[in-house]
């Protein structure tokens, strides 16, 4: 099993920071702006930081999942002026298998300027060159055709539907669709 270094990754315009108890309250402010979006797919974390204090011990539990391997959070910051713009996550790590999934969101006010794009392919070559993986997923609300474009845009192959399997915070069910690609694939498209 590989231990990553809990330090920031850093791209054209964005700093993937490790998630620091320090920053809960811009964590806080960010999921409640953007809590009507996140309420499909981020069930777990929105009953995890409904308050300030909640969202603290929920950045302190994401480092403690980093200190065991278990999942590796980040902030997405905005290298020009600091701010926090978003959450990475690579989650789910199968360590035996060599497999993980992804999951992630933008502030509404950054979407569609390809931030997303840029740190999901600095996140696969993480897991796949540093982490080695072999193979990587996504889940997507099956509304969510920007992400969808992301994924696809990044190599990542549409592979099911998952049927009213995804219980959300306001207890409704939704599609989800999985994407996923294999090191050996990613190793082909991949650019520098």
């Known amino acids: 099993m590989t231990k990553l270094p809990h330090k920031k990754i850093e791209t054209e315009r964005l700093i993937l920071q490790p998630y620091l108890v320090q920053n809960y309250r811009a964590v806080f402010q960010l999921i409640q702006k953007n809590k009507p979006r996140l309420i499909h797919s981020f069930p777990n974390m929105l009953n995890a930081t409904e308050t300030e204090t909640a969202t603290k011990d929920f950045s ?35 360590w035996k ?6 999951a992630y969101f933008i502030d509404v006010d950054f979407e569609k300027k390809g931030y997303v794009s840029e740190a ?3 996140i696969l070559r993480l897991a796949f060159l540093f982490l080695e993986m072999q193979r990587v997923t996504a889940r997507v609300v099956t509304s969510n055709l920007a ?7 990044n190599g990542m192959q549409y ?25 050996e694939d990613f190793l082909k ?3 520098p």
């Open 60 to 94: 302190q539990q994401k480092i403690f999942d980093w200190n065991k391997n278990k999942s590796f959070a980040y902030h997405l910051i905005l290298k020009e002026n600091q701010q926090l713009i978003g959450h990475f996550n690579i989650k789910d790590i199968d």
């Open 97 to 102: 298998n060599r497999e993980c999934e992804l």
């Open 189 to 191: 498209t991949a650019l």
């Open 147 to 153: 992400s969808q474009r992301v994924l696809q845009k």
């Open 159 to 183: 592979e099911g539907t998952f049927y009213n399997a995804y219980t959300t915070y306001d207890l409704q069910l939704v599609d989800t669709y999985r994407y996923g690609i294999s090191k």
């Open 120 to 122: 999901i392919h600095k």
